[in-house]
């Protein structure tokens, strides 16, 4: 079975510029969620997919970012225009199970790492 | 809000030698604790995780963690560590059961000596 995909593993752009980043869950999970890495600090959380709905969004830095889930499958996250301070890491990552069936249990994309000069 | 500190951001330690990686929270309500481990390239992987139950938790890898809600502590360990350990270690909490809407730690880097 194939794991979280994200793509693409590095992206380099200018300041102003626009990236969208893509990740394809583990088939058949409905949550899905998008986390970010800023140097050296912690990993923070920035949205939550259930299938193709938005449950919580709270995270989302500012309305630069954009976030779609097509069909409730895959995932992009959109940056626009881009800002030095949005440079980092971004994790996806899916999981299945809710209420009492409820796993704990995040799996994670090997992440996308974002530069912005 | 509830806040992870990891104390630690690096630990080297030699190979064989026991490790204790630690973890403190911050929250007013009852949370449910995890950690998770990246290794070089890969993405993060569940370690283990505390729901319910004994607090006493066992994961992959020989690793072990205890919830110790006096100290609002969930100190991650292993006996006795190997080459294969090295990664970096990442605690983490969410306040809703069956939401991983998680706050993480700043991440422990375990650096083994041979």
């Known amino acids: 079975e194939a794991g979280v995909t994200q793509f693409p593993s590095h992206s380099v752009i200018e300041k102003g510029q626009t990236v969208t980043l893509r990740c394809d869950p583990i088939s058949g999970h409905d949550n899905l969620y998008w986390y970010r890495r800023v140097m050296g600090k912690e990993i923070k959380f920035l949205l939550h997919f259930v299938k193709e709905s938005k449950q919580d969004e709270s995270g989302m830095p500012n309305n630069r970012f954009l976030a779609e889930r097509t069909g409730g499958t895959y995932s992009t996250l959109k940056v626009q225009p881009a800002e030095l301070e949005d440079s980092g890491v971004y994790f996806c990552?899916?999981?299945?199970?809710?209420?009492?069936?409820?796993?704990?249990?995040?799996?994670f994309g090997e992440g996308s790492r974002l530069t912005v000069l | 809000a509830q806040s992870v500190t990891q104390l630690d951001s690096q630990v080297p330690v030699f190979e064989e030698a026991p490790v204790e990686l630690r973890c403190n929270y911050s929250?007013?309500?009852?949370?449910?604790l995890f950690w998770y481990v990246q290794y070089p390239n890969q993405g993060l992987q569940l370690l283990l995780k505390y729901l319910s139950g004994s607090t006493l938790v066992k994961g992959i890898n020989g690793f072990e963690a205890e919830f110790n809600k006096s100290q609002t502590s969930f100190h991650l360990r292993k006996p006795s560590v190997h080459i294969s350990d090295t990664a970096e270690y990442f605690c983490?909490?969410?306040?809703?059961?069956?939401?991983?809407?998680?706050?993480f730690g700043t991440g422990t880097r375990l650096t083994i000596i041979p």
């Open positions: 929250s007013s309500v009852s949370v449910y």
């Open positions: 983490a909490v969410s306040l809703y059961f069956g939401n991983e809407k998680l706050t």
């Open positions: 990552a899916s999981s299945q199970g809710s209420g009492t069936r409820w796993a704990g249990e995040l799996f």
